[in-house]
């Protein structure tokens, strides 16, 4: 069945430290992005890529980073640069955004 | 900019009561509009969806009417069960402004007492 795997489920982090979030989708959709949820918030757009080798910065960029080498995947990657990366991390796909997205289920990053 | 406006939460209901969730929109073109469910510590799921004007989405029993005289939304189930507790998210899709992205409103979360 095609759908969005993402890795881990549970992510511990020292401070200092960069850590990637893995996402990972077989549905063969163009579009990919990458959204945090704090406790009793709603999603916050940190990056998104809509083809191959070409991404943009969403509304929280700062502290992250991503690429897109292959239609597949889309990595996130947490720096030392961000300030309070405990959280939700949701990756989602879609064909066209009119159809809307698909979710994975989530990594929750925690900062120890 | 596009934006979508949830009834604030949280709502508590009672098994086999009736649901409604809020959703008004502001949108400079035609958009499609979607309702998400999010179960804890899961992703979000697409409950339904409606992508033109007086379409109903419906799904689980669940419905939700595009209305675009009221720019609005709303969700709707007849008899809510206590598997229904959840956040749900109303969300928008206006190529025209907002490009690739979706536009989510802040969600509600319904909790569902035996």
């Known amino acids: 069945d095609g759908g969005i795997t993402q890795s881990p489920k549970y992510l511990f982090r020292k401070e200092g430290q960069n850590v990637t979030l893995s996402c990972e989708q077989n549905?063969?959709?163009?579009?990919m992005y990458w959204y945090r949820q704090d406790p009793g918030q709603g999603l916050r757009l940190i990056y998104y890529?809509?083809?191959?080798?070409?991404?943009q910065k969403g509304d929280i960029a700062e502290g992250y980073s991503v690429s897109r080498e292959k239609k597949e995947s889309f990595p996130l990657t947490v720096t030392s640069a961000q300030k309070n990366p405990t959280a939700f991390y949701l990756c989602a796909s879609s064909i066209a955004p009119r159809r809307g997205y698909t979710f994975g289920s989530g990594t929750r990053l925690t900062v120890v | 900019g596009d934006s979508v406006t949830q009834m604030e939460g949280p709502v508590t209901l009672s098994e086999e009561a009736f649901l409604t969730i809020n959703c008004t929109y502001t949108a400079t073109g035609y958009p499609s509009l979607f309702w998400y469910v999010q179960y804890p510590g899961e992703g979000l799921q697409l409950l339904l969806k409606?992508?033109?004007?007086?379409d109903k989405g419906s799904n689980k029993g669940f419905e939700a009417t595009y209305r675009k005289e009221t720019t609005s939304f709303h969700l709707e189930k007849g008899s809510v069960q206590v598997s229904d507790s959840a956040v749900y998210f109303c969300a928008l899709s206006d190529l025209g402004t907002s490009g690739s992205r979706l536009t989510f409103g802040e969600g509600t979360q319904l909790t569902v007492n035996p």
């Open positions: 549905l063969n959709h163009d579009a």
């Open positions: 890529s809509q083809i191959v080798n070409d991404f």
């Open positions: 409606a992508t033109k004007a007086d």
